[in-house]
């Protein structure tokens, strides 16, 4: 089993800027895929960013594309995600989630096999 838990988020004012981190326990997650999504109230959870186990790869949503950068560390076994220029749209819970490497399609949150109870992200215009 693993473990996630997510840190970071607040609230923070337009055009700033957020890091969250999402530690993993119970088992070592260097060879999973993580990945972040996020849910606004009465909206669908919806991809953000992934990263694969030996950060060759790393995909973005559309909607945050080229205003958040995702990063691993393995030897701490947590993964990261640097939000920039916030806009009040990305106001959301926003959760980390670890997939199998083999065979994980990082954008479709059913890959996942463990997910974190979420941080709040609130950004005020």
């Known amino acids: 089993q693993v473990q996630l838990v997510e840190s970071g988020g607040g609230l923070v004012q337009a055009g700033g800027s957020l890091r969250l981190s999402c530690a993993a326990s119970?088992?070592?997650?260097?060879?999973?895929?993580m990945g972040w999504f996020r849910q606004a109230p009465g909206k669908e959870r919806e991809f953000v960013a992934a990263?694969?186990?030996?950060?060759?790869?790393?995909y973005y949503g559309d909607s945050v594309k080229g205003r958040v950068t995702i990063s691993r560390d393995n030897t701490k076994n947590t993964a990261y995600l640097e939000m920039n220029s916030l806009k009040p749209e990305d106001t959301a819970v926003y959760y980390c989630?670890?997939?199998?490497?083999?065979?994980?399609?990082?954008?479709?949150?059913?890959?996942?096999?463990?997910w974190g109870q979420g941080t709040q992200v609130t950004v005020s215009s």
């Open positions: 119970g088992r070592t997650v260097n060879y999973y895929g």
């Open positions: 989630a670890a997939c199998p490497a083999h065979g994980c399609n990082y954008g479709d949150q059913r890959s996942y096999d463990y």
């Open positions: 990263i694969n186990w030996s950060h060759a790869w790393r």
